[in-house]
């Protein structure tokens, strides 16, 4: 028989650890789901207000025969809590009797809320309802014993661009943020630049964009034409030239000697270009030719600006700098051809 009875207890732990294990989950997902419905909205009718019976009580009331009547009710038998003007909640009691001034009583049979009046010292109260599975219900209630009203319309408070404005009232959010103050200063780095809103506690930034614009030298980086800050790096220096010949030295601007009497003059010089567009850095050679073909004066090559190109003697261009200059092609005899050169 004891042999009996402790297989039968070991059954009934089993079965009973069985049991547990599959009711847990359950219960996890009910809580799930619970937690997941969204909250009932309180009456929307507005109530009545006035005294309890001769007490010094609020008696907030409802009406009592209507469509949402039992509507109202399932909410009244849910209330868990009464704040009014932000103090301590009131003390929920079941009696009439044991009414006080921070109590509260729901009567659902007669769909009405009686409430203790100490907290009422404004002329204008706010009175919070909470009720289990309901959204917040605020109530306007003078200290008159006359009006009641549904707090709907926020008013007071200021906006920022952070955050919304705060009901002086009920102290919920409303409306829309403010806008950034993003004003004319610019923020950089060595790449970007950008505005950052000037107000207190907001990180939000506006027109970002890479650096533009200005000109690099060998001693200075460039400067950007937005914000005005350095960026890059500076301009490498061009290698220097190797060392001139003696006939590398000799002028290249110097006249070519007057022809003797053997020279045939030329009555026309032709350049094999009229104007040249030159990249900075670029050469290009001028050819000339003489007429008559049997015109064996020699040319000369002149700059009218070395600082932004440069002739040599042998009709090589090289652009120096951005501009406009002429290159003079002239004979000994004075005639000459002009070429216009830009360089870009």
């Known amino acids: 028989m004891r042999k009996i009875s402790s297989v039968i207890m070991a059954?009934?732990?089993?079965?009973?650890?069985?049991?547990?294990?599959?009711?847990?989950?359950?219960?996890?997902?009910?809580?799930?789901?619970?937690?997941?419905?969204?909250?009932?909205?309180?009456?929307?009718?507005?109530p009545t207000l006035d005294k309890d019976f001769?007490?010094?009580?609020?008696?907030?009331?409802?009406?009592?025969?209507?469509a949402n009547s039992e509507n109202t009710k399932s909410w009244m038998e849910k209330i868990t809590s009464i704040k009014v003007n932000d103090a301590e909640p009131y003390?929920?009691?079941?009696?009439?009797?044991?009414?006080?001034?921070?109590?509260?009583?729901?009567?659902?049979?007669?769909?009405?809320?009686?409430?203790?009046?100490?907290?009422?010292?404004?002329?204008?109260?706010?009175?919070?309802?909470?009720?289990?599975?309901?959204?917040?219900?605020?109530?306007?209630?003078?200290?008159?014993?006359?009006?009641?009203?549904?707090?709907?319309?926020?008013?007071?408070?200021t906006a920022t661009c952070t955050k919304k404005a705060v009901c002086e009232f009920c102290g919920e959010e409303y409306g829309e943020y403010a806008s950034h103050n993003y004003g004319d200063k610019y923020e950089s780095d060595g790449t970007y630049h950008w505005k950052k809103c000037q107000n207190e506690g907001c990180d939000a930034t506006t027109e970002k964009e890479a650096h533009k614009g200005g000109e690099a030298t060998t001693t200075k980086r460039a400067v950007c034409e937005v914000c005005g800050a350095e960026y890059g790096g500076l301009k490498q220096e061009d290698p220097k030239p190797a060392d001139k010949t003696t006939e590398d030295k000799k002028d290249d601007t110097k006249p070519a000697e007057k022809p003797d009497k053997k020279t045939v003059k030329a009555k026309k010089v032709i350049v094999n270009k009229k104007c040249i567009v030159l990249k900075k850095g670029k050469k290009v050679k001028l050819k000339a030719k003489l007429k008559p073909a049997n015109a064996t004066e020699k040319v000369t090559f002149k700059s009218s600006n070395k600082k932004v190109a440069k002739v040599t003697k042998k009709g090589v261009v090289k652009a120096v700098k951005k501009g406009k200059?002429?290159?003079?092609?002239?004979?000994?005899?004075?005639?000459?051809?002009?070429v216009k050169v830009t360089v870009k």
């Open 325 to 338: 200059c002429k290159i003079t092609v002239k004979t000994a005899s004075g005639k000459k051809a002009v």
């Open 91 to 157: 003390t929920k009691v079941d009696n009439k009797f044991l009414m006080k001034e921070d109590t509260f009583r729901a009567n659902v049979s007669m769909v009405n809320i009686t409430i203790g009046n100490k907290e009422f010292t404004k002329d204008t109260n706010k009175v919070v309802i909470s009720a289990e599975g309901y959204k917040d219900l605020v109530l306007e209630v003078g200290k008159d014993y006359k009006t009641v009203a549904i707090h709907t319309k926020h008013t007071g408070g």
């Open 54 to 66: 001769g007490y010094e009580w609020y008696l907030i009331q409802y009406p009592e025969y209507t």
């Open 11 to 46: 059954c009934a732990m089993c079965l009973s650890m069985a049991v547990v294990g599959t009711v847990a989950p359950q219960v996890a997902v009910q809580a799930e789901e619970t937690a997941a419905v969204e909250l009932k909205e309180a009456p929307k009718e507005t």
